[in-house]
Structures are given as structure tokens and as C-alpha cells.
């Protein structure tokens, strides 16, 4: 597997361009459980209530994903992958320039909260998964942080970010300031996905490069 900025590429991926955003081929009873959680919460759905939304037996249920943290798991596993396979592709399409691979960063994640908004909002329910489950999910969840910080360090060094001595907590800042899209946003606003994404491109390439 080829890796772009610590991103391995996945071996099935189906992502062919980062960004257009095209439905998700999920399981039924993914597709139910995304509903279930959207509507009330992870605590708030049951078994039952996903295997009525799917169409589906409770037994039919826990043979393909065991019980409800199980269906968290694997949605919460197709964000991130989806997420840091779409990661890989923008920042291989910069090539070596590094203010565009930080510019395709920051409308990629952008793009993530708005495009797959329903997904993305499980990101805050993964607290309720298991330590093996939340330990998989975050070690792909990780990835976005290291990927941004080896930027903003490649960035500094180079002389095209301005000197910052905490890149860590630039990165920290920065995906702050992404992931609070998702407490706005809405697919009925003003705004589409793509002009929000530039807004925010254009605050970060400010912010790492104002007096570089």
C-alpha cells in the first residue's frame, strides 16, 4: 500500500475523487441505526428499535454486528475511513507543494462535516464504545491530527508556515475550529459545502502563514 503523508491507502477503497461525496453503500441496518442515532441518541436507540426501522429481525441484528455498540463500531469505522482515504487523494493531489496540501486538507475535513454531517456527528459518540472498539477507532481517528501536524512542521521548516512553537497545539486549534461546524451547519442553510469549506481554508492559510 502507498502512503501520502502517514495515510496508508486503503486496499478497497471506492473513493475515486476527494472531492465529490457520492451515498455510502451501507448495510440496512447501518442505514437504520444512522437514523436511530441521529434521532435519539446513542443511549436513546435500542436493538429493537434499529432492527424495526431495517426491516429486520433482532436476531438478524446481532449475527452481523453483535449488539448496538457493535453498530456504532462499524459506523464510526466507515467515517474515519472514508475520511482519511479522502485525506490521502487531496494531499497526493498537491504533490509536494505544501501550502496547497494544507489547503486540500483543511477543504477536506470541511467537506467531511458537511457533505457526510450524519457520520460525522458520531465522532462525539464514540466515548461510549468499549476500550478494544474505542482503541481502534481512535488510532484511525489519530491520523487526521498527525497528518496536520507533519504538514505544519514541513511547513515551518521549509519557510512557508510561519515559525510556531507548538505545532501541536496549532493543529489542535485548528481541527477545533473545523469540527465546530458541525454545531451550525445544516444541508437546509445558505451556505453549500464548498463556500463553507473556503471560508475556513482561507482563515487557516491565514493563521499559519501570517508573517511567514
Not at 432492527?51 to 457493535?70: D, F, I, Q
Amino acid at each position: 500500500m502507498s502512503n501520502v503523508g502517514g495515510i496508508a491507502e486503503a486496499a478497497s477503497s471506492t473513493v475515486e475523487d476527494w472531492r465529490r461525496f457520492d451515498e455510502l453503500p451501507l448495510h440496512p441496518i447501518l442505514v437504520a441505526a444512522l437514523s436511530e442515532f441521529q434521532q435519539l441518541g446513542y443511549h436513546g436507540t435500542t436493538v429493537r428499535g434499529i432492527a424495526s426501522r431495517a426491516g429486520l429481525t433482532v436476531p438478524s441484528l446481532y449475527y452481523h454486528y453483535n449488539n448496538k455498540e457493535g453498530v456504532l463500531s462499524a459506523l464510526l469505522i466507515i467515517a474515519t475511513d472514508d475520511a482519511n482515504e479522502r485525506l490521502r487523494l487531496c494531499l497526493a493531489d498537491a504533490g509536494d507543494d505544501l501550502l496547497a496540501q494544507f489547503e486540500n486538507f483543511i477543504t477536506s475535513v470541511a467537506l467531511h462535516y458537511t457533505c457526510r454531517r450524519d457520520l460525522a456527528m458520531l465522532h462525539n459518540e464514540s466515548r461510549f464504545l468499549g476500550p478494544e472498539l474505542r482503541e481502534k477507532y481512535i488510532e484511525k481517528r489519530e491520523l487526521v491530527q498527525q497528518v496536520l501536524e507533519k504538514l505544519l512542521r514541513e511547513g515551518i521548516d521549509s519557510g512557508v508556515f510561519r515559525a510556531d512553537p507548538d505545532p501541536h497545539f496549532t493543529a489542535r486549534s485548528i481541527l477545533g475550529m473545523l469540527g465546530g461546524i458541525l454545531d451550525w451547519y445544516t444541508p437546509r442553510g445558505p451556505l453549500y459545502p464548498e463556500e463553507i469549506a473556503a471560508r475556513y481554508r482561507r482563515y487557516a492559510v491565514r493563521l499559519v502563514t501570517e508573517g511567514a
